[in-house]
């Protein structure tokens, strides 16, 4: 049955890092401003609000949300801290101003994200405070809490079941005339697609436009979302990244051949493979995160493929894995000597192209747990689609 997403709570977020912050940089208050598209005023509201600017202002241990008009009701059931519904009519850095000046803070640093709007930065400045740009919010997001992983687990289950409905279809396929068919029509990467994201729906999840299918060539292009036929002795690449009710995103990619040959694709996908399993055996607390990619990498190189192309070469042209969170790309990236702390949550994503004959990718997304890891939720990886 569907899992009931309505039912999870939203997770909370705990403001004692911007206390850490705003004592680190002797600021008297920390200000957020964007709209629903800013995972970072996400993250700190809970708010899923409208596409027009509203601000999120912290000062004095109180968490302030500056509604906008007529989302009042909706920001008082998302967010767990006070709404302001005054001066509504005000420009969104007016009001982060007025409502610092209410809380106390009449003047002094005010703590922003880099992405603070223009016009916001400028009313604040106008109104007396000396702007200093901040990397709290985005270093907080990097721990996931246990509600958080929560999320991410259940929104990775319904990636699995929008990925097994797809290895299901193509199972039953049938190679004919140098195309595949099923259900008596040929099978092109977007009628396939839609399939997937309809189950995707039933589970409760939004595609978020994340389906990503490339069959042969376009196996190459990591973002392809066109339309091409899936052929049979070809790659079949799906990366399928749904966005759950919270926010939170699940991602998962495995690579189908139909009827293969056993050439290119079957020695491209033995080696990342070895890559993926090279690359998660290295995650445990205190190892450092670009010890993967170097891992992954390398594992790559002892089966003949560069592992450092560049787009539109043949070899690995991307990072074996990034944070995943209310953002697809967030921290930690798998490219960087961060250490690897319990809580964190990413991809291991190794991949080979090449643009004359297909891709490879498999993925999975982890969670960093005291004594190593978790796959958030299990798939079986195959080189031939199964029927179940």
């Not at 995972?39 to 609000?49: A, E, H, K, Q």
């Not at 990342?272 to 205190?286: D, M, Q, T």
């Not at 991809?347 to 997304?365: A, C, H, N, S």
Request: with cysteine; hydrophobic share 35%.
């Amino acid at each position: 049955m569907p899992d009931p997403h309505g039912s999870l709570p939203a997770p909370e977020t705990d403001p004692a890092f911007l206390d850490s912050a705003l004592a680190a940089a002797d600021a008297v208050g920390f200000v957020a401003v964007g709209n629903r598209f800013d995972d970072g005023l996400r993250y700190l509201t809970r708010f899923s609000g409208p596409d027009r600017n509203y601000a999120f202002v912290y000062a004095d241990g109180e968490a302030i949300l500056c509604a906008p008009a007529l989302f009042t009701e909706q920001a008082e059931r998302e967010f767990a801290g006070t709404v302001r519904t005054t001066d509504v009519g005000d420009p969104t850095g007016i009001r982060a101003a007025n409502t610092l000046s209410d809380l106390g803070a009449s003047s002094g640093t005010v703590l922003v994200p880099q992405s603070i709007p223009h016009d916001a930065a400028v009313h604040l400045e106008q109104a007396g405070y000396d702007l200093e740009s901040t990397t709290a919010v985005a270093d907080a997001r990097v721990i996931k809490t246990e509600s958080e992983i929560d999320c991410l687990r259940r929104v990775q289950r319904a990636a699995v079941r929008g990925m097994r409905r797809a290895e299901e279809i193509l199972a039953a396929a049938e190679p004919m005339d140098d195309e595949l068919i099923w259900q008596d029509s040929p099978l092109s990467t977007e009628r396939l697609r839609r399939q997937v994201n309809a189950e995707l729906a039933v589970y409760g999840v939004r595609d978020a436009g994340n389906t990503v299918i490339g069959a042969g060539p376009t196996c190459a292009d990591l973002h392809y979302t066109g339309m091409d036929v899936l052929r049979p002795d070809e790659t079949i690449l799906l990366d399928i990244s749904p966005r759950g009710p919270h926010g939170y995103y699940g991602d998962l990619s495995r690579t189908y051949v139909v009827d293969s040959n056993g050439g290119w694709e079957r020695r491209a996908y033995v080696a990342v493979e070895a890559a993926l399993k090279a690359g998660l055996a290295e995650i445990e607390p205190g190892a450092h995160a670009n010890n993967i990619h170097r891992e992954a990498a390398a594992e790559l190189t002892a089966h003949g493929f560069d592992p450092n192309a560049d787009e539109g070469e043949a070899g690995f042209t991307h990072g074996t894995g990034h944070g995943v969170g209310i953002s697809l790309h967030e921290g930690p990236s798998l490219r960087e000597p961060v250490e690897l702390e319990s809580g964190m949550v990413f991809t291991v994503e190794p991949g080979v192209y090449d643009p004359e004959q297909g891709g490879v990718r498999l993925e999975e997304l982890v969670v960093v747990t005291d004594d190593g890891y978790e796959t958030l939720h299990e798939y079986p990886r195959s080189f031939t689609p199964r029927a179940e």
